[in-house]
């Protein structure tokens, strides 16, 4: 047999065995999900990923936890699955959620950019929640030490509320910077509707564990519930 008669024959192995993999992964993405629709429907699945170093899939749930489940769907723990490495645990769940956060565009977010830029925050905010509002007078404060800060919508009382409302009209106004900063200093907001991020960025903050105002997310991925001084938060975001 030539060099290349057996290089022909390991690329027919080599498709054949991805082939069968790739069609056992479906196989069992179909059990899991039918198991899990049996056993939780009040739960929608976000989204459904294999585990490949712990042969479990991920499943996250809308506003519902995660779920690390067995590939025939007869077992499932809900919670964090974490890595040992050496002495260190690593919460890939938490990274993983977080990491979301990191991956969105800023042109959907509410941008104050430092004039020369050493990291930045991501602030989960509420434009009614009183620590929101001290945040925010931080913000020059924190833009001098080289911090931008950029802001995702969290209405605490959720979609449909009076706070969301607001939200929408400040996503949606020709100059959302200014009026975020009117809406947070109890400025009446003029009424403005389109096409926001607004109720994803509050299921978005649902889903990575946001439980109350301002959450601030660091350029690590690190979660800080709560305000912060601006010394303090800096110290924090490794400045």
Not at 16 to 21: D, I, N, R
Not at 191 to 209: H, I, Q, S, T, Y
Request: hydrophobic content about 40%; aromatic content about 8%.
């Amino acid at each position: 047999m030539t060099m290349f008669s057996r290089f022909c024959s390991l690329s027919l192995v080599l498709s054949a065995f991805l082939t069968l993999f790739s069609n056992v992964t479906l196989a069992d993405e179909a059990q899991v999900l039918s198991s899990l629709k049996k056993a939780l429907p009040q739960y929608e699945v976000g989204s459904i990923k294999f585990h490949q170093a712990s042969g479990l899939y991920v499943v996250e749930m809308q506003a519902g936890p995660t779920l690390h489940m067995t590939a025939d769907g007869g077992y499932f723990v809900a919670g964090d699955l974490y890595k040992v490495n050496g002495t260190q645990l690593e919460n890939e769940t938490e990274v993983a959620k977080l990491a979301k956060v990191e991956a969105l565009p800023e042109e959907q977010m509410i941008v104050f950019k430092a004039a020369q830029e050493k990291t930045h925050i991501t602030v989960f905010t509420d434009v009614d929640c009183g620590y929101c509002r001290m945040l925010h007078n931080d913000v020059p404060a924190l833009n001098e030490k080289g911090i931008t800060v950029r802001y995702l919508a969290f209405p605490r009382a959720g979609v449909g509320s009076e706070a969301y409302n607001k939200m929408v009209s400040v996503w949606c106004s020709e100059d959302p910077k200014a009026w975020l900063t009117k809406a947070k200093q109890g400025e009446s907001i003029p009424e403005n509707k389109c096409v926001n991020p607004v109720a994803d960025e509050f299921n978005l903050g649902r889903m990575v564990g946001v439980r109350g105002t301002p959450t601030i997310i660091l350029a690590n991925g690190s979660l800080l519930p709560g305000y912060l001084p601006v010394d303090k938060l800096a110290k924090e975001a490794g400045l």
